[in-house]
């Protein structure tokens, strides 16, 4: 008997039946909700500006969706996609307080509202996730071209975090490897070494693969292979009464910790969202251009496991966890690298806090946090939003005393 079941109650009854499905549950891991929104607001210049916007239509409350969180500092980045119209920031950050549970704090534009303002392709368009290295540079995804919102070939913009988020550096993906019309850069993973390059999920469901950016080099190339396709064994399972059937591809990705002997090679992890199978590639690998242009690289290509069930976003930590959401069991797994796969557990499960756990952050204190969203509800255009009370969006938190994969490796006994 097989995991893969989508009603929550056979769910359990799997989960007991340790033997069988390879699932052990950690009750004393338990995620604590952080911060809550109803519909997402900003901190607008002037009140003029604020009613302007919304009889315009570039404010449309209840289209505003968070996907990408980061942390740096004291500040949390949140970053929202326009899967729809009125959307008038993609790039935003809160204050960490110390008062826990906020409810509907309001979202500072990142860098600041002129670089948010879409009224050309040096700005930001269309946002879906970033990542901040250890040297506080904001390396950022404007890469959401599945619809007319934006007519800006994708693009990766790094800032300084630690200048006012002054703009370091950006680089324009060419057609080739991220289309401009149906591109979908969703999720990057940094690896400082060599120069440092970036890994990213193109989402894409016309060419969905694994983009390799050299910062060194200023290049990028791209890996396809249909371990990064949908699998249509895994389609068809219900979230919050919804029954998610779309074929989607590659999407999470992890990198192991940065490792303590400079020359040793690390390994990207990616899944695809229609899909139940963890693949492992190294590094070595993919930073290898030339190689990624032969027919070759693919036999590098490992099989790591079977999850129990579909997945969006994953991280792991330093040490060498692997944390991915559980979308249809409103959940959290995790899996340790040194171990077999089929050790890998459920550390939390939450029906009401967890719909649609969409993705991964970590602190310098020991916590983890995740961002649930119920984002397929603001991809598809013809389901109908409503501006209301009910929150929508949810921060939780969980202490893990450890840190992302950004930090050396360490083993936590
Ligand atoms: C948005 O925030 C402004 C303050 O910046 C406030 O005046 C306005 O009522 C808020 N609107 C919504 C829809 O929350
Ligand atoms: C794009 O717009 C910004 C203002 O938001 C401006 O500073 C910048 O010069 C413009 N860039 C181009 C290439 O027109
Ligand atoms: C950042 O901006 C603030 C306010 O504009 C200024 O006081 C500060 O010197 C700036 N910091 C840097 C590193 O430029
Ligand atoms: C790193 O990967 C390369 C290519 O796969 C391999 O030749 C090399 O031995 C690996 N190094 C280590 C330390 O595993």
Redesign the pocket.
């Known amino acids: 008997m097989k995991c893969i079941l989508i009603h929550y109650l056979v769910f359990f009854y799997c989960a007991a039946r340790i033997y069988d499905c390879h699932i052990t549950l950690s009750p004393n891991y338990r995620f604590d909700t952080e911060y809550e929104w109803s519909h997402l607001n900003y901190t607008w210049p002037s009140v003029e500006r604020y009613t302007e916007a919304l009889k315009s239509g570039d404010y449309i409350p209840e289209h505003n969706a968070p996907t990408g969180m980061k942390i740096y500092n004291e500040n949390l980045y949140l970053s929202m996609p326009k899967f729809r119209k009125g959307v008038p920031v993609t790039l935003a950050y809160i204050r960490m307080s110390t008062t826990s549970k906020t409810k509907n704090e309001l979202l500072s534009p990142f860098p600041n509202w002129?670089?948010n303002?879409a009224?050309?392709c040096?700005?930001l368009q269309s946002v879906q996730s970033m990542e901040i290295d250890t040297n506080g540079i904001m390396w950022v995804l404007d890469g959401v071209r599945i619809n007319d919102n934006t007519n800006c070939p994708t693009k990766l913009v790094l800032f300084d975090l630690n200048n006012n988020g002054s703009l370091l550096h950006s680089f324009v993906f060419p057609n080739e490897i991220s289309l401009q019309n149906g591109g979908f850069l969703n999720d990057i993973v940094i690896d400082d070494s060599d120069g440092s390059f970036a890994y990213i999920t193109d989402n894409s469901n016309i060419d969905p693969g694994l983009v390799v950016y050299s910062k060194k080099k200023n290049r990028a190339w791209k890996v396809r292979d249909r371990t990064m396709f949908p699998e249509p064994a895994a389609a068809n399972f219900v979230v919050n009464n919804k029954a998610i059937e779309n074929l989607i591809p590659i999407d999470g990705i992890a990198l192991s910790p940065k490792p303590l002997e400079s020359s040793e090679n690390r390994t990207v992890f990616y899944t695809s969202i229609t899909s139940f199978h963890l693949f492992a590639i190294s590094t070595t690998v993919l930073k290898d251009e030339q190689l990624c242009k032969t027919d070759r690289w693919r036999k590098n290509i490992q099989y790591v496991g079977e999850k129990q069930s579909q997945t969006d976003g994953m991280m792991m930590d330093s040490s060498g966890t692997l944390y991915y959401t559980l979308l249809p069991f409103y959940g959290v797994g995790s899996w340790n690298i040194r171990d077999p796969f089929v050790s890998s557990k459920i550390v939390n499960t939450d029906r009401d806090v967890m719909v649609w756990p969409d993705g991964f952050a970590m602190d310098q204190r020991g916590f983890l946090y995740l961002i649930s969203n119920m984002i397929v509800n603001y991809i598809n255009p013809t389901i109908a939003l409503k501006l209301t009370p009910d929150v929508k969006f949810r921060i939780s938190k969980l202490y893990t005393g450890t840190k992302s994969y950004l930090y050396p490796l360490f083993y936590k006994h």
């Open positions: 002129e670089t303002d009224c050309n040096t700005n």
